[in-house]
Antibody
Framework: EVQLVESGGDLVQPGRSLRLSCAAS????????MTWVRQSPGKGLEWVAN????????YYVDSVKGRFTISRDNAKNSLYLQLNSLRAEDTAVYYC????????????WGQGTLVTVS | TVVTQEPSLTVSPGGTVTLTCASS?????????PNWFQQKPGQAPRALIY???NKESWTPARFSGFLLGDKAALTLSGVQPEDEAEYFC??????????FGGGTKLTVL
């Protein structure tokens, strides 16, 4: 069974940093694209970033470029999102998601971790 | 790129409803590989459709995805009460960049 468990969410002050983690199990982690998606309270979903299976390519939404870094450790079956220079508008539940077949961008989802910037 | 969906729709149980997904940059095509997700209150989203019309293994047969004119579309046929949820589309906008639509709140009444 595919499982994705996010952690690391917290209440932080503007300008500070935070690192989110996503522990994956139930599949061969190194075979799949991984994605971070966020959802501000009461709002819609926002695609944040994704990363190739071997970590050789990373891609970001413009609003986080230069502040957030997605990475992965295939030996540890883990995905990460480093959040720097946090702003109030970064307040959201952050979900990690696993890709599926080609262009199946977010087939499986974790339950999310809440980041509050205040 | 801004991706637009109907903010809300209402359908009767057993009825049929079509949700659409438009792009501010022009027509939605197969190259946008539309994905559709369902989200119920307090839950993580659940994938339903990818690459326009491909269903996940768990997607009920009453859900179907397709292109409708210059938009992506998701039709629910024979709507069930448990289909009440928010539905989001996701479009591939090139250079490995994706954009979600604002979501459609579907009420089954």
């Amino acid at each position: 069974e595919v499982q994705l468990v996010e952690s690391g969410g917290d209440l932080v002050q503007p300008g500070r940093s935070l690192r989110l983690s996503c522990a994956a199990s139930g599949f061969t982690f190194s075979d799949y694209w991984m994605t971070w998606v966020r959802q501000s309270p009461g709002k819609g979903l926002e695609w944040v970033a994704n990363i190739r299976p071997d970590g050789s390519g990373t891609y970001y939404v413009d609003s986080v470029k230069g502040r957030f870094t997605i990475s992965r450790d295939n030996a540890k079956n883990s995905l990460y999102l480093q959040l720097n220079s946090l702003r109030a508008e970064d307040t959201a539940v952050y979900y990690c998601a696993r890709g599926g077949n080609a262009f199946d961008e977010a087939q499986y989802w974790g339950q999310g971790t809440l980041v509050t910037v205040s | 790129t801004v991706v637009t969906q109907e903010p809300s729709l209402t359908v009767s149980p057993g009825g049929t409803v079509t949700l659409t997904c438009a792009s501010s940059t022009g027509s939605v095509t197969g190259g946008h590989h539309p994905n559709w997700f369902q989200q119920k209150p307090g839950q993580a989203p659940r994938a339903l459709i990818y690459s326009t019309s491909n269903k996940e293994s768990w997607t009920p047969a009453r859900f179907s995805g397709f292109l409708l004119g210059d938009k992506a579309a998701l039709t629910l046929s024979g709507v069930q009460p448990e289909d009440e949820a928010e539905y989001f589309c996701l479009l591939y906008c090139g250079d490995d960049f994706w954009v979600f639509g604002g979501g459609t709140k579907l009420t089954v009444l």
